[in-house]
């Protein structure tokens, strides 16, 4: 067995693959303060990628730490012996990293883990979600540093460990995780030092979060990342081999569209930007930037509108294959032999708590390209869609009994607009009533956000004058909403910056976002908290294995073909509520075998 000190006077144990680690368990668990007290808990694995795999399991607290080699049996064995156990409670920092792990090396079941293990992560984003200005220090070794202080270690093992990688002439971090042998000293209190930073960030924000936030949201917030991650665990079925050849086809077009835009305008790098300004400028354009939105912008005729057309075409072309078929077309095949994508989704990470998706971005799939990600085998994908949401959650929030009359009459609020300004009316031509009923809805969303008459006009492209008319007649309509989003404004210009959603969750908004922010993140945060409340009733109800995925405003579930119209009626029942008298809908709809609108 190796028996090291870490620089804070410590005792790290590796014992040999060969030694029953039992005993030095014992000695950490004997550690806590209280039986209570959470034992760090941490993984080091090949890489970061799904695929990659378990090196070493750690435990930590007070004075002592245990490094266990996961490709021994004697260490696997003890080490799912302490996890099962019932009357252990564990921390780790992202958590469903290493809870992941442990899972899928079949060491305990990631539903049993989590009932038992706090992370700091979800702690640290309850405590300080982030206000678009500051960057909250959300890694272990910063947020160490930042709430412990000198009690910190990990930053400095790192650089120890980053320093034997150097030595050995491994330049990536990959070939360091895959390559340093497991009982190397550096390694060793590498993994020893993030279980003590582990179990001594959560003795700290564990009982500040508990007063500040509550218990209960704290508890309500694993419980959803629990069920995000299961979500990750179980994966996207992909039909692998029709998204490679597409992908294979996509890239011969990009190709294309290259000597395209090299033989027509001489541009032979249409992602240069330089090349990009300085052709737009011998034609008299002047572009403030190269981005997508920028150049979509533009009032151009002719060769620059022709350019124009072709560089969009091209960089829609080349992102669809690269960001998205390419990941679909190299999805890992999971041991039932299956190929799945695997994304991560995050139930915190953006500063309103909306669902985040990321290895790819589901949010932003596009349409055209969800015909690749199926359903299992018997089974269909059944989908939920809050009704107007966020004008829903408005007018609750604000108490607009006009606003909130209109949903508990059960009448379209796009249509009321439209009908208050334009006149619409049952009478008024379907083709019309559409065009105007859509473009009521950035009338009174900006009315919900306070936007302004440059912005409105803009957007529906008219004159300020006009756009002055149309917000008039909507203070008439709506007349509350007005003095809420003047109130939230002056809130935060005083430096009231942190709003406690009706779930007990607090958002946060910079004073210098005051405009922009102050309505959307509340009314953003009751609407992912709304989407919460529907993820923990489906899981009371069974659905918690079958929950498919988040997308916006909706729930997904995955459900064998015959239960379809049940889950449909299920759906609709979990995600129909009210907040303060306001009635909150969703409409159902069996989806089908592929992941695509009915």
Same mark, same amino acid.
């Given at each position: 067995m190796?028996? &090291? /000190?870490?620089p804070?006077?410590?005792?790290?144990?590796a014992?040999?693959a060969t030694?029953?680690?039992?005993e030095?368990?014992?000695?950490?668990?004997d550690?806590?303060?209280?039986?209570?007290?959470?034992?760090?808990?941490?993984?080091?694995?090949?890489?970061?990628?799904?695929? *990659?795999?378990?090196?070493?399991?750690?435990?930590?607290?007070g004075?002592?730490?245990?490094v266990? @080699?996961?490709?021994?049996?004697?260490?696997?064995?003890?080490?799912a012996?302490?996890?099962s156990?019932?009357?252990?409670?564990?921390?780790?920092? !992202?958590?469903?990293?290493?809870?992941?792990?442990?899972?899928?090396?079949?060491?305990? @079941?990631?539903?049993?883990l989590?009932s038992?293990?706090v992370d700091?992560?979800?702690?640290?984003?309850?405590?300080?979600p982030?206000?678009?200005?500051?960057?909250?220090?959300?890694?272990?070794?910063?947020?160490t540093?930042?709430?412990?202080g000198?009690?910190?270690?990990?930053? *400095?093992?790192? @650089?120890?460990?980053?320093? +034997?990688?150097?030595?050995?002439?491994?330049?990536k971090?990959?070939?360091?995780?895959?390559?340093?042998?497991?009982d190397?000293?550096p390694?060793?209190?590498?993994g020893?030092?993030?279980?003590?930073?582990?179990?001594?960030?959560?003795?700290?924000?564990?009982?500040?979060? $508990?007063?500040?936030?509550g218990g209960?949201?704290i508890?309500?917030?694993h419980?959803?990342?629990?069920l995000?991650?299961?979500?990750t665990?179980?994966?996207?079925r992909?039909?692998?081999?029709?998204a490679?050849?597409?992908?294979?086809?996509t890239?011969?077009l990009?190709e294309?569209?290259?000597a395209?835009?090299?033989?027509?305008?001489?541009?032979? !790098?249409?992602?240069?930007?330089?090349?990009?300004?300085?052709?737009?400028?011998a034609?008299?354009?002047?572009?403030?930037d190269?981005?997508?939105?920028?150049i979509?912008? +533009?009032?151009l005729?002719g060769?620059?509108?022709?350019? %124009?057309?072709?560089?969009?075409?091209?960089?829609?072309?080349?992102?669809?294959?690269? /960001?998205?078929?390419?990941?679909?077309?190299?999805a890992?095949t999971?041991?039932d032999g299956?190929?799945?994508?695997? =994304?991560?989704?995050?139930? &915190?990470?953006?500063?309103t708590? %909306?669902?985040?998706?990321?290895g790819?971005?589901?949010? !932003?799939? =596009?349409p055209s390209? %969800?015909?690749?990600?199926?359903?299992?085998?018997?089974?269909v994908? #059944?989908?939920a869609?809050?009704?107007a949401?966020?004008?829903?959650?408005?007018?609750?929030?604000?108490g607009?009994?006009?606003?909130a009359?209109?949903f508990?009459?059960?009448? *379209? =609020?796009?249509?009321?607009?439209?009908?208050a300004?334009w006149? #619409?009316?049952?009478?008024?031509?379907?083709?019309l009533?559409?065009m105007?009923?859509?473009?009521?809805?950035?009338v009174?969303?900006?009315h919900?956000?306070g936007?302004?008459p440059?912005?409105?006009a803009?957007?529906?492209?008219?004159e300020?004058?006009?756009?002055k008319?149309?917000?008039?007649?909507?203070?008439?309509?709506?007349?509350?909403?007005?003095?809420? #989003?003047?109130?939230a404004?002056?809130?935060?210009?005083?430096?009231l910056?942190a709003?406690?959603?009706?779930?007990?969750?607090?958002?946060?908004?910079h004073?210098?976002?005051?405009?922009?922010?102050?309505?959307?993140?509340t009314?953003?945060?009751?609407?992912?908290d709304?989407l919460?409340?529907? +993820?923990?009733?489906?899981?009371?109800?069974?659905?918690?294995e079958?929950?498919?995925?988040?997308?916006h @405003?909706e729930?997904?579930?995955? #459900?064998?073909e015959?239960?379809?119209?049940?889950?449909?009626?299920?759906?609709s029942?979990?995600?129909t509520?009210?907040?303060?008298?306001?009635?909150?809908?969703?409409?159902?709809e069996?989806?089908g075998?592929?992941?695509?609108? $009915?």
């Amino acid at each position: 067995m190796i028996t &090291l /000190t870490d620089p804070f006077g410590r005792t790290v144990y590796a014992p040999a693959a060969t030694d029953d680690p039992r005993e030095v368990l014992v000695r950490v668990l004997d550690q806590r303060a209280t039986p209570m007290s959470c034992i760090g808990l941490d993984v080091e694995t090949t890489g970061i990628d799904w695929s *990659d795999s378990l090196r070493t399991v750690q435990f930590g607290c007070g004075e002592l730490a245990v490094v266990l @080699d996961a490709a021994s049996p004697l260490h696997r064995y003890a080490a799912a012996e302490v996890l099962s156990r019932a009357d252990v409670w564990f921390t780790a920092h !992202n958590a469903a990293f290493d809870i992941g792990h442990l899972h899928r090396a079949g060491l305990i @079941d990631y539903r049993e883990l989590w009932s038992r293990t706090v992370d700091t992560i979800i702690l640290l984003r309850l405590l300080h979600p982030g206000d678009a200005w500051s960057r909250p220090a959300h890694g272990l070794k910063a947020a160490t540093e930042q709430w412990c202080g000198q009690g910190a270690s990990s930053a *400095d093992a790192k @650089d120890a460990l980053k320093a +034997l990688w150097r030595e050995n002439k491994w330049r990536k971090e990959s070939d360091g995780w895959k390559n340093t042998p497991v009982d190397a000293e550096p390694y060793i209190l590498y993994g020893a030092a993030d279980v003590f930073d582990g179990s001594l960030l959560c003795a700290t924000l564990l009982p500040l979060a $508990a007063e500040l936030i509550g218990g209960a949201v704290i508890a309500r917030e694993h419980r959803v990342q629990m069920l995000c991650h299961g979500m990750t665990l179980r994966g996207l079925r992909v039909d692998v081999e029709a998204a490679a050849q597409d992908a294979e086809a996509t890239a011969e077009l990009v190709e294309v569209l290259r000597a395209d835009i090299a033989d027509q305008f001489g541009l032979e !790098n249409p992602n240069s930007g330089k090349q990009l300004t300085a052709w737009f400028a011998a034609r008299g354009v002047e572009l403030p930037d190269t981005k997508a939105d920028t150049i979509k912008a +533009l009032d151009l005729d002719g060769e620059a509108a022709e350019l %124009r057309d072709m560089l969009l075409k091209l960089r829609a072309t080349s992102k669809e294959g690269a /960001t998205y078929l390419r990941k679909l077309s190299s999805a890992s095949t999971d041991s039932d032999g299956i190929t799945r994508l695997h =994304p991560s989704i995050g139930a &915190l990470n953006a500063r309103t708590g %909306r669902f985040s998706i990321t290895g790819p971005s589901m949010q !932003n799939f =596009p349409p055209s390209l %969800r015909k690749y990600v199926l359903a299992e085998p018997g089974h269909v994908l #059944v989908d939920a869609d809050f009704s107007a949401v966020e004008v829903r959650l408005a007018a609750a929030l604000a108490g607009d009994e006009a606003l909130a009359g209109v949903f508990r009459r059960g009448e *379209d =609020p796009y249509l009321v607009v439209a009908g208050a300004i334009w006149g #619409v009316n049952e009478s008024t031509p379907p083709d019309l009533r559409k065009m105007r009923r859509s473009a009521s809805k950035p009338v009174l969303l900006g009315h919900i956000y306070g936007r302004g008459p440059n912005s409105l006009a803009k957007s529906l492209g008219i004159e300020k004058n006009e756009a002055k008319a149309l917000q008039s007649k909507m203070n008439e309509l709506f007349p509350t909403l007005p003095a809420y #989003v003047a109130r939230a404004r002056h809130s935060t210009a005083a430096g009231l910056t942190a709003t406690r959603l009706p779930s007990g969750r607090v958002v946060q908004v910079h004073p210098r976002e005051q405009y922009t922010a102050s309505v959307n993140s509340t009314v953003q945060g009751a609407g992912r908290d709304l989407l919460v409340d529907a +993820l923990l009733a489906l899981d009371d109800l069974g659905y918690g294995e079958r929950v498919w995925l988040p997308i916006h @405003d909706e729930w997904i579930v995955q #459900v064998p073909e015959e239960e379809a119209e049940k889950a449909c009626a299920d759906l609709s029942r979990v995600m129909t509520t009210e907040l303060r008298g306001v009635p909150i809908t969703a409409d159902a709809e069996v989806i089908g075998s592929h992941w695509r609108k $009915a």
